[in-house]
């Protein structure tokens, strides 16, 4: 192997934006459908921004037949004046880093967009962006291609195409292939994240259009009854036991909103924002309610009798059994893990929301007290689950443990460093053989199951618990269940720092995979907000020319672009299944980090996953048959 050279000339400065093309996904987190959507995202919160800061009440996003999409405002507009090195501001927007209006409050009092980022990030990965300014009576005009200005200036300012009486931006763009895996916005999840900013700002009004339909399809979001809308609304099919309990509060110049309504149902739904931005791994404000919630209704439970002296307190995921909550917060200096902004990170986030939830809450049971009950009658019934869960548990996974590294099944890697280890759950003992043949047995553990396991969706929890299975996944994940389930979940206990589902590249694998997601969304949550899962992507096709060495093709877009550059003959291998392929070739395709393919699994919309798991996957056969007729063009049908 050639040695490889360091020296100054290695070392290089990406310009302009530069480094944004070159790693997209440290800026969008990632180039699939869930990264394109995002660039929608960015702009909106902009417009969102505008609305924050009094400024504008109506954003319009239309998804046009060219694959691009339009997103307009009528706030003040982006500045068109020219800086101190003779710059328009608005080019200077959209084509630098770290550049806008919000790292001081004299602009915008809060802000969901706080790096300068987002505008020029989204210019920097479209093939090109079209953006009109109206403001001082004037509609001044910009284009760019791939985040370079294509637009001559006259006389050092933008060019003025109109003269008008509105104002607010408008912007066009059209993401790169280049950058994307895909490049067709996906309508549902755009929907859906239209709809909670509506509910999160109850006088904006946010016009959704698509164009790339036969018919027009228009869709007006506005919810004046904001986020207590929003929990009716999520609970809208459910057994509700409490009405809509909604307080807000200002503390330290934090405002806080929240809005929580208790279902019949043993499980808790509950939502962080932050300045409009939802936060898909909660944070301190989620915390902060959190903590205060409990301790205050352990209080109250001791002061009306529902605990006794010698009573445990309720755990808080008793007392958050059957919630549904909206927690959002207005942060003037927010702080989040990363550009995508999933976590918040904020420790007088906690404070403040804490503070306001004593007071508030208090208030209102305090004039409630049938509420109060209602609401304590929910912890009490799932403390007494919990317990009964505790002593099935205790039967069941730990009377007949299983040997960590001997339990006929899991054919564990020899190392106990987490960080470096991961665990295989594959498909039938043929591939399973194959697979501990092939995997470094020091980093490398292979989980074999038989068949399609338990939908957990349908099944009570003591089938759950009784299904082989899902009793050895726990075992040799080493983190426990879920935490309303004996609360005993705890993430720093997993074994294995990745958790790759492997299954064989047909429909049946893909229904297992989705069985074991749902078990993972379900009762491990955890596991997929801290990037743990992934499913392995094995190749359908090898191809072995005449000439030359083979290679690994993983769909057939792959296998037609092969066909078009390849001169010559060639052998075409179909591989149906894992078990069709030897040790070597499932080393070199699905098991080596340094050349396998894997898809990281993750949530970006929280209540929409929760409604489309319980769609997909529950008892009613309806709402799936629409989904199904619905996006049945989105298949790929493999014949």
């Known amino acids: ?162 003269k008008t009486k509105e104002r607010g931006t408008e912007i066009n763009f059209l993401p790169d292939p280049e950058i994307f895996e895909k490049t067709v916005f996906k309508e549902d999840e755009i929907k859906s994240r239209l709809h909670e900013t509506a509910y999160l700002n109850p006088d904006l009004k946010i016009i959704y259009r698509d164009k790339r339909a036969k018919e027009l399809e228009e869709i007006i979001f506005h919810e004046p009854e904001g986020i207590t809308g929003f929990v009716r609304d999520i609970n809208v099919n459910s057994e509700v036991v409490s009405p809509v309990i909604y307080y807000k509060g200002v503390s330290d110049g934090i405002e806080i909103e929240v809005a929580f309504q208790y279902i019949n149902e043993f499980h808790e739904n509950i939502l962080g924002f932050c300045n409009n931005i939802y936060n898909a791994e909660g944070g301190t404000h989620l915390t902060g309610f959190k903590t205060t919630f409990t301790t205050v209704m352990n209080n109250y439970a001791r002061e009306i009798g529902v605990l006794k002296d010698k009573d445990p307190n309720f755990t808080g995921a008793d007392l958050r059994n059957g919630m549904t909550a909206v ?56 403390a007494r689950i919990r317990k009964t869960e505790e002593r099935a548990k205790t039967n069941l996974l730990i009377k007949q443990k299983f040997s960590f590294d001997s339990n006929g099944k899991l054919a564990n890697c020899e190392s106990r460093d987490a960080k470096k280890c991961e665990v295989f759950i594959v498909e039938g003992d043929s591939a399973g053989g194959s697979a501990k043949t092939a995997r470094n047995r020091m980093y490398q553990a292979i989980l074999p199951i038989r068949g399609k396991i338990l939908n957990v969706e349908k099944a009570s929890i003591d089938k759950i618990l009784k299904n082989a299975e899902i009793k050895t996944m726990i075992n040799a994940f080493g983190c426990g269940f879920s935490e309303g389930y004996g609360n005993d979940f705890d993430i720093t206990k997993l074994r294995y720092d990745k958790i790759v589902i492997m299954t064989d590249a047909d429909v049946d694998g893909a229904h297992i995979s989705t069985l074991l997601l749902t078990l993972f969304y379900r009762f491990m949550p955890e596991l997929i907000y801290e990037g743990h899962v992934y499913i392995a992507m094995p190749p359908l096709y090898k191809v072995m020319p005449k000439k030359g060495e083979g290679e690994y093709l993983y769909d057939d877009a792959a296998l037609e672009k092969y066909r078009r550059t390849h001169k010559g003959d060639f052998t075409l291998q179909r591989y149906k299944g894992l078990g069709e392929m030897d040790a070597v070739q499932l080393w070199e395709t699905t098991l080596n980090p340094e050349s396998r393919v894997m898809k990281q699994i993750s949530i970006e919309d929280g209540r929409m996953a929760s409604d489309v798991t319980e769609m997909l996957m529950g008892n009613d056969v309806g709402p799936r048959k629409d989904f199904i007729h619905d996006h049945a063009s989105d298949a790929e049908i493999d014949i």
Do not use: W
């Not at 809060?110 to 989204?122: D, I, P």
């Not at 300014?133 to 001044?140: A, E, H, L, P």
């Not at 990170?345 to 007071?359: E, H, L, M």
């Open 1 to 162: 192997m050639a040695k490889q050279i360091y020296d100054e000339n290695s070392i290089s400065v990406l310009e302009g934006l530069e480094a944004v093309r070159k790693r997209p996904g440290m800026y969008i987190g990632s180039t699939s459908r869930k990264g394109l959507n995002h660039l929608i995202y960015e702009i909106v919160d902009n417009a969102v921004d505008e609305h924050l800061a009094g400024e504008c009440d109506t954003i319009i996003v239309t998804l046009l037949e060219d694959g691009s999409c339009t997103v307009k405002d009528n706030g003040r507009g982006v500045p068109v004046g020219t800086n101190k090195f003779g710059i328009p501001a608005e080019r200077v927007v959209f084509t630098t880093l770290h550049a806008g209006g919000k790292f001081d409050d004299t602009a915008y009092k809060t802000s969901g967009g706080l790096h300068g980022v987002g505008s020029s990030v989204v210019n920097a990965l479209s093939t090109h962006m079209d953006v009109k300014i109206s403001r001082d009576g004037k509609t001044y005009h910009d284009y760019f291609e791939r985040g370079i200005a294509a637009l001559d200036l006259i006389d050092g300012e933008l060019p003025v195409i109109c």
């Open 327 to 382: 927690v959002s917060i207005k942060h003037p200096d927010p702080r989040f893990e990363g550009q995508t902004k999933t976590k918040l990170d904020n420790p007088d986030a906690a404070k403040a929301c804490g503070k306001v939830t004593n007071d508030e809450i208090q208030l209102y049971f305090d004039r409630n007290v049938d509420v109060l009950k209602s609401v304590l009658s929910c912890a009490e019934k799932a």
